[in-house]
């Protein structure tokens, strides 16, 4: 069965504080693994996706990276609108396109 | 371009009534994805459309639960005799399917209260 698993569940940080968020990830064929950020309230929000280990993505203050078993999103200097969850989700080449969630990271950045 | 929109944003009934939630996917994709969370948890599967049939039904919980894509574009997410566990946030998603890069874009949800 596909797991997955995120590290911290909830996270703390000072303005401008650098850190990094972990998702652990079991998966018969890994597809795809995906970010999303989420805001109270609302949809989770696309962010990126990664196929491979290895490969990185960067936008803005955020880079993700991923290994054979795990992702790392990494916030550079982050500021308070970064404060938000974040969801880490697999995709497997099982025939279905289903997103397996972890439970998320919590994030609050603060002034 | 628009996103994924879903009606009602809110939906408060009593346990034992039928329920519907509609769902207008990103015009163009092709695949329409059914999604619910509860408080503190990540988005749960439930069921996928590709074009107009059910490609995955394999995260309905029980057969109370029915969705319908007709005309492969609009979907209705279908309650029977809700229960007060059925109360989360119901989402729906939407991509381009295998047609295309696999991105999932979800809409803002309908927040589901069972009395």
């Known amino acids: 069965e596909d797991q997955v698993t995120q590290s911290p569940e909830a996270l703390r940080l000072q303005e401008g504080e650098s850190s990094s968020l972990n998702c652990s990830y079991t998966?018969?064929?890994?597809?795809?693994l995906f970010w999303y950020r989420q805001d109270p309230g609302k949809g989770p929000e696309f962010l990126f996706t990664?196929?491979?280990a290895g490969e990185e993505k960067e936008k803005e203050r955020l880079k993700a990276t991923l290994t054979k078993k795990e992702s790392f999103l990494h916030i550079t200097a982050p500021k308070p609108e970064d404060s938000a969850t974040y969801l880490c989700a697999v995709q497997a080449f099982s025939g279905s396109e289903k997103l397996v969630f972890g439970k998320g990271t919590k994030l609050t950045v603060n002034p | 371009g628009a996103g994924v929109s879903q009606t009602p944003s809110n939906k408060v009934t009593e346990k034992g009534k039928y329920v519907e939630l509609r769902c207008d996917p990103i015009s163009g994709h092709t695949a329409l994805y059914w999604y619910r969370q509860s408080l503190g948890q990540g988005p749960e599967f439930l069921i996928y459309?590709?074009?107009?049939?059910?490609?995955?039904d394999s995260g309905l919980p029980n057969d109370r639960f029915f969705a319908v894509r007709p005309e492969g574009s609009v979907s209705t997410l279908k309650i029977q005799r809700t229960e007060r566990g059925d109360s989360a946030v119901y989402l729906c998603?939407?991509?381009?399917?295998?047609?295309?890069?696999?991105?999932?874009?979800f809409g803002p949800g309908t927040r589901l209260t069972v009395l």
């Open positions: 998603a939407s991509s381009y399917g295998t047609s295309g890069t696999n991105e999932q874009f």
């Open positions: 998966v018969s064929g890994l597809r795809g």
């Open positions: 459309f590709q074009g107009t049939g059910a490609a995955d």
């Open positions: 990664l196929y491979s």
